[in-house]
């Protein structure tokens, strides 16, 4: 039996390693194998189950319409971008905010104690009151005020998605701060660093490299909280979905406007599950022996 040599070339294999490597893939096979199995089964039994059930034909005209989803797709997309944009805005506006905000509740400065008190009372409440209140609120609270003329819909619906999200943002950028280990905080302030710039370079960096799977998990429910500004009258993906429901009395529009949130939402779902991987590898790797 071959084994390695360590003083010699590091291409060499022992044949138990290529034994173990031959297994691997032969179990990687089998599991492929009953999966796709397992899958067709339950597809098949889902199918039948459906298909078989009385309402089944009435539900499929209603929901699933092919004419009505070609017909809905050009003006339900149309909607879309102003959920997009929306998105865009409210990206921004949260991650600035709720860094400012996870800032203000890190620190132990007497001076700056009002601050850290309005942080933390505002991400208390901002948390806990349910979106569509809060877009009720900002959407007509605001404008009643008559100081700043006539907002668009869509200005007020980044107000209200910002305001609730940066609340849950800066809680965790609060958690990635916090779990940075206090050594490096006392580091650089030997070295002479203020407060903001060790935040800035030396904290701050740490803390989102940790949080990162958190942040896209709040980006996906955003992406999704964002449907929810067609309460304020803009004409986005769901409004427009409502209002072909209204003319053709079909839901499809509405099946069409989930398959478009779901498409835009998935590249980032594969995003954090292939980052959550790589960074439970690295993990592993630095603890092994």
Same mark, same amino acid.
């Given at each position: ?5 360590? =003083?010699? +070339?590091?291409? +060499? ?5 290529? /034994? ?6 032969? $179990? ?16 098949? &039994? ?13 539900? $499929?005209?209603?929901?699933?319409? @092919? /004419?009505? *989803?070609? /017909?809905?797709? @050009?003006?339900?997309?149309? =909607? ?40 933390? &009372? ?25 100081? *700043?003329?006539?907002? @668009?819909?869509? !200005? ?15 809680? &965790? ?8 280990? @206090? ?34 998990? +709040?980006?996906?429910?955003? $992406? ?10 803009? !004409? ?18 509405? !099946? ?9 939402? *998935?590249? *980032?779902?594969?995003?954090? +599950? ?8 690295? /993990? $592993? ?5």
């Amino acid at each position: 039996m071959n084994i390695r040599n360590f =003083g010699g +070339d590091n291409d +060499d294999v022992s044949q138990i390693e290529l /034994e173990r490597r031959g297994f691997r893939r032969r $179990q990687t096979g089998k599991s492929l194998l009953i999966s796709c199995v397992s899958l067709l089964i339950f597809a098949t &039994v889902i199918y039948v189950i459906f298909s078989h059930s009385e309402g089944w034909a009435r539900v $499929q005209a209603a929901y699933f319409s @092919p /004419e009505r *989803f070609v /017909e809905a797709i @050009p003006k339900v997309g149309k =909607g879309l971008l102003l959920n997009i944009k929306i998105l865009c805005v409210s990206v921004v506006c949260v991650g600035v905010t709720a860094t400012l905000l996870a800032v203000a509740r890190t620190t132990r400065s007497a001076v700056l104690f009002p601050l850290r008190l309005l942080a933390t &009372v505002y991400t208390n409440v901002f948390r806990g009151i349910p979106m569509i209140i809060c877009l009720y609120l900002v959407g007509f609270g605001i404008p009643a005020l008559g100081i *700043f003329g006539r907002i @668009p819909a869509e !200005v007020l619906g980044c107000i209200a998605v910002s305001l609730i999200y940066s609340a849950y943002v800066a809680e &965790v950028i609060r958690a990635g701060i916090e779990a940075v280990h @206090p050594s490096q905080r006392m580091a650089a302030r030997a070295l002479g660093f203020s407060h903001a710039r060790t935040m800035r370079i030396i904290i701050l960096p740490q803390a989102v490299r940790k949080i990162i799977p958190a942040l896209m998990n +709040d980006f996906v429910a955003m $992406q999704k909280d964002v449907g929810l500004v067609s309460v304020l009258g803009g !004409v986005d993906a769901v409004r427009s979905a409502q209002i072909l429901n209204a003319v053709n009395f079909n839901y499809t529009p509405y !099946v069409v406007a989930g398959v478009f949130f779901i498409l835009m939402s *998935f590249p *980032f779902i594969l995003l954090i +599950d292939r980052y959550a991987k790589r960074l439970q590898n690295r /993990e $592993q790797l630095q603890g092994a022996v």
